[in-house]
DNA sequence: ATCGTTTCATTCGCATGCTAATGACAAGTC
DNA sequence: GACTTGTCATTAGCATGCGAATGAAACGAT
């Protein structure tokens, strides 16, 4: 008894890496300021709470830990995120988009509906609802 | 005139990396041999061809040259890739899996199987082959 | 045959992304 | 107040993933 043979590229794994690579050299022609979609998630996410953890940054951002940890720290050097010490609480290390980049955030949010119109562009619209409808079903832990 | 919101996790590149963290959870749970998703299928793919040279096998498993050879020094590291120099051309070099692992590509088969089952649990039947369908749409670059 | 173009493999630098371990601090229990 | 437990941030180590540059070798056209 022979088992259906076994295609790799018919297989969720492959295809989401695939897709996923299309989104990101999607993300790098068309985001501003070269970042990058962990970095743009990051300060979208930190616009919309104002002020923050990192911790509590990245489990809002997908992120574990140490990788939040990393793309802040890029976002510090380059001066999108200023940071500040929490007097309550002495580990905390409060963050929030610094203040001279604060305007850029419509433009982060214009620049987002572009590159997901991009990327979704070879499905019709009700394809892109039953889509981002499935990612949704196969993302719930 | 106010645009609709920017929501974050209504995004396809925000699902999709929370989508491939989920399957890579689950793969590496799963997987047989302590095997990455980017070995598994290098492996897999490695076992369809029987002999190909390192570029090759990268176009044929969707990552570029710099990657894909990380991901053979690894395998060959670990014994279970081996490499012979392509006499007709000296710059190639073929990679073919080694005997001594040959017999564990129907272990990988079935593994992959499952993994796949796992990840698509969350839905039916119907909805598994649209998602799969609407991943090679948005994949076509 | 030589020359321009490709292809092969390697390397560097950067950015994710994860696990696991660690030290500092906070908050609750007794 | 001492203890336990949990949280915050950091660090080390490993594995992708990409762009760009390099040198060696093959190949095509003239």
Redesign the pocket.
């Known amino acids: 008894m022979e088992r259906a043979d076994y295609v790799l590229e018919d297989q969720v794994g492959f295809l989401l890496?695939v897709a996923?690579?299309r989104h990101?050299?999607i993300f790098?022609a068309m985001a501003p300021l070269g970042l990058?979609?962990?970095?743009f998630a990051t300060l979208v996410r930190l616009a919309e709470m104002g002020e923050c953890?990192?911790?509590?940054?990245?489990?809002r951002t997908?992120?574990?830990?140490?990788?939040i940890?990393?793309?802040?720290?890029?976002?510090r050097k380059k001066g999108f995120v200023q940071i500040k010490t929490?007097p309550?609480?002495?580990?905390?290390?409060?963050?929030s988009i610094a203040d001279a980049h604060k305007h850029i955030v419509p433009d982060l949010h214009e620049a987002g509906h572009r590159i997901s119109e991009e990327t979704l562009k070879p499905l019709s619209q009700a394809e892109r609802r039953d889509f981002l409808s499935l990612l949704r079903k196969i993302s719930d832990s």
Do not use: F
């Open positions: 890496r996923s690579q990101a050299a790098q990058t979609p962990t970095q953890s990192q911790n509590e940054l990245g489990r997908a992120m574990d830990v140490a990788t940890k990393g793309v802040v720290d890029r976002l929490d309550k609480d002495k580990r905390r290390a409060m963050l």
